[in-house]
Structures are given as C-alpha cells and as structure tokens.
C-alpha cells in the first residue's frame, strides 16, 4: 500500500503537467512534428522521439507521405468501430485533426500497449507511434498519451543548417538550391528549385543519400548502376543515353543518364545518377532536370556532387 500513494500522485502528475507545458514542444533534429513528451521522456539517442531512461518506453516521431493522411482518414470513416481489437479514436490537436489507434501487442514476452497517431501536414503526414511495456502503463496511461498527442504541432520550416548537420557528409556548396527537404533524417536530402508543395518535377532538383551494400567488383557496377538508374521513382518512359565508369572526389564511379518524363504533366526530362562506391555504404546522387533546362542544371549538379566532403 505504501506504493500506491507514490505512484497514483506521479499519474497525475504526468496528466496535469502537459497542458501547463503545451508551448514547450520539443522537435526532434530534422523534423516540422514535434510535441511535448511525457513526464520521464527525453530525446531518443537511436531514433527520432523520445524514450525513458531504460529504453523501454518509445515515443517515434516521422513524416510520411501527404496522401498516407487522406488514406487514415478514408479507413477510419469506413470502418469507425475498428476491426481484429484495435481501437480507433481522434482527436483535436494544433496541427490539426488527428487520427489515432490504440492495440495490445507482445514483444518477446512482454505485453506492451501500442499507439498510432497521424496529423495533416503541408506536403507531408506527420506520424507517431508509441509502445508502452504493461509495467509502465500505470504511469503512462491511455489519459497520458492521449494528451500528449493533443500537444502535437508542427513548425513551418526547419533550417537549411540543422537538415544539412544531420547528414554523415558535409555539403559545402548548394549551388543557388533554395528549397532544403530532409527525406530521412541523416541519410537523405532533397535540393530544389521548386517546392514541395508546388511539385519539383517542372524545375531542377537534386537528391543525396546513402545506400547499403554495393557492388565492390568493376565489373559488377555497371548492371547495379543502370538497375538503379530504371526504377527511380516517378520517372517514365525512361532511355539510359549514357552509363560509365567515373572517379568522384578521388573515390571510384558510376554515371548514368536517362531521358524520361516525370510528373502528372509528363514533363520531359533528363536525369543523371551518380554513384560514389565506398566500402559499407555508398552516396547516390539523383539529380533532374526539365530537358530545355539541362545544361544550365548539369552545372549546378556537378557543383552540389564535387562539393560533397566527409565529415571529421
């Protein structure tokens, strides 16, 4: 009985201090969703949210696609009673009506209490997923994370230098881009001159990131390269005009151009991929361009690529 008292009065206290701290949202490095996290939460170290001190309490925070946010919300008005135990449920936040779940689950053998929640965003859907170990559920309540979601809010724009920072590499030189996307925090990023919300296909743009595995013999990178090169998303109607072997910052090579078109209004473009072999992951550069605006763009591209440094 000594330690009902105790944890009854640390319940409360994890209830009744949210609203108290709803301008105290706290945005994890990259992202435009951010929310207040619950008593005893900090920033995650392995992923973007927030946990308690044992790791066993998570709070993931990303961003999806727009459309996934219409898909919830069509599914929800479908099927408001829910389907298999899951419970579906909204809620009013100030980034807008949101849309979440609550399940029980099992992770090995501990019974955990999972939460779903998804919120409209401009250009994006904000996501965030929780999971709770039955131990904690008598401080993390269902009334908790419900408020919790309620404090989710989103920031209009995040800085070119925060995205940038969270990269394994330095971009020294942004060749005039204005528009700066992170696609994955710390391994992805988008440089335009268009805007998410107008589209990027009508104008340049160019994508960095990492992939895994990659092939270490010569003669193995010229089919890994063009394979690549064919299924970049939303390009159609694709031709390969150009694929060698090239050296990068020193670093050994793949180019690869194709003529396409891109867009709901088939914009006819050119694309060039670069890929740039390292040993356990490798950059890969995807760079378009509208094809009476190619020259100009190549410049740019071939700018953003050779001003790519290591980072240390």
């Given at each position: 009985m000594k330690l009902i008292r105790p944890l009854a009065a640390l319940v409360l206290l994890v209830a009744s201090a949210l609203p108290a701290?709803?301008?105290?949202?706290?945005?994890?490095?990259?992202?435009?969703?951010?929310?207040?996290?619950?008593?005893?939460?900090?920033?995650?170290k392995t992923f973007p949210g927030f946990e308690n001190e044992d790791g066993s309490v998570k709070v993931?925070?990303?961003?999806?696609?727009?459309?996934?946010?219409?898909?919830?919300?069509?599914?929800?008005?479908?099927?408001p009673a829910g389907t298999n135990g899951v419970k579906p449920d909204k809620i009013e936040t100030s980034a807008g009506l949101a849309y979440f779940t609550?399940?029980?689950?099992?992770?090995?053998?501990?019974?955990?209490?999972?939460y779903s929640m998804i919120v409209p965003g401009t250009g994006f859907s904000g996501y965030v997923a929780v999971q709770i170990p039955e131990n904690a559920a008598k401080i993390y309540t269902d009334e908790a994370v419900r408020q919790m979601f309620a404090t989710a809010t989103i920031r209009k724009?995040?800085?070119?230098?925060?995205?940038?920072?969270?990269?394994?590499?330095?971009?020294?030189?942004?060749?005039?881009?204005?528009?700066?996307?992170?696609?994955?925090?710390?391994?992805?990023?988008?440089?335009?001159?268009?805007?998410?919300?107008?589209?990027?296909?009508?104008?340049?743009?160019?994508?960095?990131?990492?992939?895994?595995?990659?092939?270490?013999?010569?003669?193995?990178?010229?089919?890994?390269?063009?394979?690549?090169?064919?299924?970049?998303?939303?390009?159609?109607?694709?031709?390969?005009?150009?694929?060698?072997?090239?050296?990068?910052?020193?670093?050994?090579?793949?180019?690869?151009?194709?003529?396409?078109?891109?867009?709901?209004?088939?914009?006819?473009?050119?694309?060039?991929?670069?890929i740039r072999f390292g040993g356990g992951t490798s950059l890969r550069i995807i760079a378009s361009a509208p094809r009476d605006q190619w020259s100009d763009a190549f410049t740019r591209f071939r700018a953003v690529r050779d001003g790519i440094q290591p980072k240390g």
């Open positions: 701290l709803a301008a105290d949202a706290v945005y994890p490095p990259g992202l435009r969703l951010g929310m207040v996290p619950l008593v005893g939460l900090s920033k995650a993931l925070i990303t961003e999806l696609p727009p459309a996934a946010y219409n898909e919830v919300v069509s599914a929800f008005n479908a099927n609550t399940e029980g689950a099992k992770v090995g053998d501990t019974l955990v209490k999972r724009e995040v800085s070119v230098d925060e995205q940038i920072g969270l990269l394994p590499f330095k971009i020294t030189d942004l060749a005039g881009f204005k528009d700066v996307r992170t696609l994955v925090p710390g391994s992805s990023i988008i440089l335009a001159d268009g805007s998410e919300s107008s589209g990027y296909e009508s104008k340049p743009f160019i994508i960095l990131g990492l992939i895994g595995a990659t092939p270490q013999a010569a003669d193995d990178r010229a089919r890994f390269a063009q394979e690549a090169a064919l299924q970049i998303p939303g390009l159609r109607e694709t031709k390969i005009t150009m694929s060698e072997p090239i050296r990068i910052n020193s670093q050994p090579g793949f180019e690869t151009r194709i003529d396409g078109v891109s867009g709901k209004d088939k914009t006819p473009v050119t694309v060039v991929q670069w």
